[in-house]
């Protein structure tokens, strides 16, 4: 066990709708990463936040938004849902403002099928 | 931005060793290294700095030259449990990490 908590496990929906992903960092981490894991893609970096800023912004689709909140949670929203978003979504926490120093404590994911 | 794994996949019999490279175009600040079992989140590794040190953790070891911008990961005599798809990120940006599309270890007896 990471510490590092996602909500809900499973989510199926359809095309066209909105979900959001939760995710509750390690205690005393201030940094959240979020992941997009497909099939044929591997792990995708989609955004990071740090202390409630946005910190890095990688592959993420116009479609797709995330904020920390100030007890330093985080949601991921996608909306316009298509088929190919289907996949597996981690979160991730860490201790400083970046990975370069540390390690990166993954949760379980969230399993989004989108039908 | 994505780093490029070598092999896409290795299997070994236990106690054979194997090297799993990572390579960027781009500097980087730092090089990580995951581990992912099937249906399991990635779990850390080791992390390599620019210094092109190298780090060894148990039987797993790796290296980052840094002039080359490639890391190396090293697993001696394999374990059943090294199985999985090991993963490399890389930052070229702090905050910003890439992964590798990975390397699928399978070890038989």
């Known amino acids: 066990d990471s510490g590092v908590t996602q909500t809900p496990k499973h989510l199926i929906t359809a095309t066209g709708q909105r979900v959001t992903l939760r995710c509750s960092p390690r205690?005393?981490?201030?940094?959240v990463y979020w992941y997009q894991q497909s099939l044929d893609q591997g792990l995708q970096f989609l955004i990071q936040?740090?202390?409630?800023?946005?910190?890095a912004k990688g592959n993420i689709l116009e479609r797709f938004s995330a904020q920390q909140f100030p007890d330093l949670h985080s949601e991921l929203n996608l909306s316009s849902l298509e088929l190919g978003d289907s996949a597996l979504y981690f979160c991730a926490s860490s201790l400083g403002a970046g990975p370069s120093y540390n390690e990166q404590f993954f949760g379980p994911g969230t399993r989004l099928t989108v039908l | 931005q994505q780093p490029v794994q070598s092999p896409q996949a290795v299997i070994l019999r236990e106690g054979e060793d194997a090297v799993i490279n990572c390579s960027s175009s781009k500097a980087l600040y730092s090089v990580h290294w995951y581990r992912q079992k099937h249906g399991e989140a990635p779990v850390f590794l080791m992390i390599?700095?620019?210094?092109?040190e190298q780090k060894g953790h148990d039987k797993i070891s790796a290296s980052f030259n840094e002039k080359k911008q490639q890391s190396s990961l090293y697993l001696t005599a394999s374990q059943l449990s090294y199985s999985g798809t090991y993963f490399c990120?890389?930052?070229?940006?702090?905050?910003?990490?890439?992964f590798g599309a990975g390397t699928r270890l399978t070890v038989k007896p």
């Open positions: 990120g890389t930052e070229v940006r702090i905050g910003d990490m890439r």
């Open positions: 936040y740090y202390n409630g800023e946005e910190r």
């Open positions: 390599l700095l620019k210094g092109g």
């Open positions: 205690s005393g981490d201030l940094s």
